[in-house]
């Protein structure tokens, strides 16, 4: 099974909503990762949780909010987003070997628009 | 200087013919390195792995120049369903596992 589940697909909310992304994997990968995605851009990488600790924040606003509830599952949640933030949002994971992680492997990614 | 670079692109190649695919990474240390493909508005998912002693899979083959800093990708005898985004992926040397994107090279293969 090499498969990086995201829920939901597609998502819309308002500037006043709370919502939560979901990311699943079940390969027993250590390393997970959040991207954020524009159109005709390549993916720009926003979190990392190595062995479910938060390891890189790559300066991401607070309306942001990251959480590894255990090795599986990932989770983003979201609070009083702007337009600007409006994205495909993209999980991945990857295995770890010491100080090394290898490739990653993605989920299909939330579609999100905030209105 | 950006931490991943790319041929900008894009490429318009007509079936059959050969395209290579060059980037740049700017940190020495450096330790893994990928390539990606990416459909529109689908997830990238890796094409191969990228090694200093190069390595082969059918039609694709990349290779990896330690010295210059250097990855290529170079498809043989392309195909219609070869077109899509080729992105250049670099696992950063720093503590917490550090995986980035080049900006990518979109690639179209016309019949």
């Known amino acids: 099974d090499t498969e990086v589940t995201q829920t939901p697909k597609h998502l819309v909310m308002g500037m006043t909503n709370k919502k939560s992304l979901k990311c699943e994997q079940h390969?027993?990968?250590?390393?997970m990762y959040w991207y954020k995605q524009k159109a005709k851009k390549p993916p720009e990488l926003m979190f990392v949780?190595?062995?479910?600790?938060?390891?890189i924040n790559e300066s991401v606003p607070s309306r942001f909010s990251p959480e590894c509830p255990n090795s599986s599952l990932l989770n983003l949640h979201l609070h009083a987003l702007q337009p600007e933030d409006s994205a495909l949002y993209l999980c991945?994971?990857?295995?770890?070997?010491?100080?090394?992680?290898?490739?990653?492997?993605f989920g299909q990614g939330t579609r999100l628009t905030v209105v | 200087r950006k931490e991943v670079e790319q041929d900008p692109g894009p490429f318009n190649v007509p079936e059959g013919a050969t395209v290579a695919f060059n980037c740049t990474y700017s940190?020495?240390?450096?330790?893994?390195f990928f390539w990606y493909r990416q459909d529109c508005r689908k997830e990238p998912k890796l094409l191969m792995s990228?090694?200093?002693s190069g390595n082969e899979d059918g039609r694709f083959t990349a290779q990896l120049n330690r010295a210059s800093q250097y990855i290529s990708l170079l498809i043989r005898d392309s195909k219609l369903s070869d077109s899509a985004t080729y992105l250049c992926?670099?696992?950063?040397?720093?503590?917490?596992?550090?995986?980035?994107f080049g900006a990518g090279t979109r690639l179209f293969v016309k019949a």
């Open positions: 991945a994971s990857s295995q770890v070997h010491g100080s090394m992680n290898t490739e990653a492997f």
């Open positions: 390969m027993g990968h250590r390393a």
């Open positions: 949780y190595s062995y479910e600790k938060l390891s």
């Open positions: 940190n020495s240390a450096s330790q893994s």
């Open positions: 990228v090694y200093s």
């Open positions: 992926v670099v696992n950063l040397p720093t503590g917490g596992f550090k995986t980035i």
